[in-house]
Nanobody
Framework: VQLQASGGGLVQAGGSLRLSCAAS????????MGWFRQAPGKAREFVSA????????EYAESVEGRFTVSRDNAVNTVYLQMNNLRPEDTAVYYC???????????????????WGQGTQVTVSS
């Protein structure tokens, strides 16, 4: 599967952005989907993930209550709605696909098999 992330940009603190991750080559419903981010000089970190059906989600503590992950399997796309953005949310955001057959959502980057190219999110103070 190929993943294409989009929707990043420059926004003021308190603003919102919606990231999209479009899949091609395979149906996105075959995968648990995750969002990760990497700020300059820092390690890649887990942001959120969603089960194949969309019935289960996970969030990093730092984004809980501000970010919402969703998916529309009919259009092969996963979304990350980001509200009340903070300067510390500034990073390159990546979507990723986990082909594991189980139901468990993982926050571990190495468990994800396919990655998109990333989209830059910059939040100004």
């Amino acid at each position: 599967v190929q993943l294409q992330a989009s929707g990043g940009g420059l926004v003021q603190a308190g603003g919102s952005l919606r990231l999209s991750c479009a899949a091609s080559g395979r149906t996105v419903s075959d995968y648990i989907m995750g969002w990760f981010r990497q700020a300059p000089g820092k390690a890649r970190e887990f942001v959120s993930a969603i089960s194949r059906s969309g019935s289960s989600t996970e969030y990093a503590e730092s984004v809980e209550g501000r970010f919402t992950v969703s998916r529309d399997n009919a259009v092969n796309t996963v979304y990350l709605q980001m509200n009340n953005l903070r300067p510390e949310d500034t990073a390159v955001y990546y979507c990723a696909a986990d082909r594991a057959t189980g139901m468990l959502i993982t926050s571990t980057a190495v468990e994800y098999d396919y990655w998109g190219q990333g989209t830059q999110v910059t939040v100004s103070s």
